[in-house]
């Protein structure tokens, strides 16, 4: 199994930026699709965006295209989540979770294997 592990989230005011960092340990990075998941509270877990096995391949939510780019690093057995743009309707806990030799960038969660401990981020008007 693979171990993940988010960091980077805080509390930052609109329109400001963070960056948040999801680093693996355990199997092969390189194997998994990883995705972005965000859950506010009261609401269910909402997809945030998706990158493939080698990063050339990328899918992002309507609600954040144009300001969330992910991305990611194999040899640091890292995935990263630039938000620019940040609204309070972004506020939510963020996960991140990998997919096992996904051959397309599933959207529901419970086609994820594992997932992170989440990190909070929080938006202020």
């Known amino acids: 199994q693979v171990q993940l592990v988010e960091s980077g989230g805080g509390l930052v005011q609109a329109g400001g930026s963070l960056r948040l960092s999801c680093a693996g340990s355990g199997r092969t990075f390189s194997n998994y699709v990883m995705g972005w998941f965000r859950q506010a509270p009261g609401k269910e877990r909402e997809f945030v965006a998706a990158?493939?096995?080698?990063?050339?391949?990328?899918y992002d939510t309507d609600s954040v295209k144009g300001r969330f780019t992910i991305s990611r690093d194999n040899a640091k057995n890292t995935v990263y989540l630039q938000m620019n743009s940040l609204k309070p309707e972004d506020t939510a806990v963020y996960y991140c979770?990998?997919?096992?030799?996904?051959?397309?960038?599933?959207?529901?969660?419970?086609?994820?294997?594992?997932w992170g401990q989440g990190t909070q981020v929080t938006v202020s008007s």
């Open positions: 990158i493939s096995l080698s990063g050339r391949t990328r």
């Open positions: 979770a990998a997919d096992y030799s996904a051959v397309v960038l599933h959207r529901t969660p419970h086609e994820y294997d594992y």
